[in-house]
């Protein structure tokens, strides 16, 4: 069973950084597409950023210039390092991998950021 476990939320001031990491197991298939997406409360789950297993990566224009998202050493484990953080940010961040034709998600692990 593909089982995906987030880490690195947490709180942080406006302006800091944080860094998401979510790694998989339960599968020997190389993942496609990794992605973040996040979802604030009372609105829907919206894509933060994606990498495909060649590398391209995409970003939502709100966080274009201050998100990286990276694939790890480790086969199937991405990352988020998040940089000059915003209240709006806030949000719980939730992992997506693609393996073959499934979709994945972690839990979510919650991200605020204070004023």
């Known amino acids: 069973q593909v089982r995906l476990v987030e880490s690195g939320g947490g709180l942080v001031q406006a302006g800091g950084s944080l860094r998401l990491s979510c790694a998989t197991s339960?599968?020997?298939?190389?993942?496609?597409?990794m992605a973040w997406y996040r979802q604030a409360p009372g609105k829907q789950r919206d894509l933060v950023a994606s990498i495909t297993s060649g590398g391209s990566t995409n970003y939502a224009d709100s966080v274009k210039g201050r998100f990286t998202i990276s694939r790890g050493n480790a086969r199937n484990t991405v990352s988020l390092q998040m940089n000059s953080l915003k209240t709006e940010d806030t949000a719980v961040y939730y992992c997506n991998v693609q393996i073959i034709r499934s979709e994945y998600w972690g839990q979510g692990t919650q991200v605020n950021v204070a004023s």
């Open positions: 339960g599968t020997s298939f190389s993942a496609n597409t």
